[in-house]
């Protein structure tokens, strides 16, 4: 089991569990860096996932980098697609991209989006990003091997606080029902969410009873033990007759001792100044190019704005926004007016805000924020916005004025 030449059936190369640890601690500063050089994505969850990403693209997966769509190898479906930066780590240290090119995350026109596009980069299965559906896609590629008499085996990553979302349950009782003893879940247990502790946004626990109620094989394991997640990865791709999901137990932000377990890591890129702390805590300075990476991303966005200046029109004078003194404006985000509206107007004790674990972004939490007496009617749902939607026509046919928003 391993990196293979499906032409010959080699294996290409095979980890230890100490190169694997070593790999996944060399991912991780790779991982800040090309975050630092995009200057936006997700570190906390990307560095949960790390050890996970390593021991799955380095030696459990069988895959071929020269051949990505080779037919029988192993799928890895990223249902928490914001993961993506891991995700093209562990693609690259495997040998299907230059790592370097990762620098390019998040930038127009490359193949490494913020979230990951399977049209784009080989190797990437499916795209990802919408919370709740990869179980889904994953249960509908493991049925297709079945239908084909293949052995492959498809993985599928997922959060713990994804585990909110009800499509998940619906793929679970479908992947028993059908006996996909070919499937295997992995749910990334940090115990955070956007909001804040996913047992205070919406509990999901006891999810191994959850799981095992549903019909499923639980393996729970430490996330950060090398020897547990090849260990787990390789007993729970051996099969058993039913699916088997990991409970990985990890810390968001493993690693940095400044971002550990802070939900405002979730969404979050270190400046420089940040980098090269986490490098130097990881004890990798001078393993990650991390000048060179900022200076890939640096002039490929050089290029990126002249190929853009260059495709707008152009005038005797410049109308852009605040460009001259006559076409001053104030500029706010769209969203915010959600929220300022909310604060100016929640007195009215008709109106009920539904929390859907993103209330920061999109300013729904302006709501309480300055009046904590209306903290009684802000109701957190969690990331299951279906249900939510439903219940909120409830609320609205007892009279309430309910506001949702994701
Ligand atoms: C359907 C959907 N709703 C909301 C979001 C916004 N969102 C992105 S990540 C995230 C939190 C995910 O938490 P968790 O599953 O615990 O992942 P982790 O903490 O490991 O990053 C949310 C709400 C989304 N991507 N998709």
Redo the contacts with the bound molecule.
Sequence with gaps: MAIKDFTTGNIVRDYSVDQLKDAAKLMRGYDLAVLCAAGSG?A??TL??MDITAALYLKVADHDPKNASWPDRDRIIWS????APSLYLGLAFAGFCPVEDVALLRKLWTPYQGHPHWLKLPGVEVST?????GLSIAVGIALAGKLAGKNYRTFCI??????Q?GQIWEAAMEASHHKLDNLVGIV?C??????GK?SDVMNVDPLDEKYRSFGWEVLRIDGHDMQQVVGALEKAKAGCGKPVVIMAE?V?GKGVSFMEDLAGW??RSPNLEELKKALAELDITDRVPYQKLLDIAKFYQVEVDRRLDAKMPKFSRNYWWNSTENMRVKMEPTRKGFGQSLANNGDDERVVCLG???SGSITISDFYASKPERKRRWISMG?A?QSATSAAAGLAKEGLLPVLG?
Excluded: P, R, Y
């Design positions: 997700h906390g969850g949960s996932i928490t697609g914001h993961k990003g919408s919370l709740g559906q997922m959060g713990d606080g994804e585990q979302e990334d940090n115990h955070l969410q956007i909001d996913v990890t968001k979730h969404g859907l674990d993103i990331i916005e994701t």
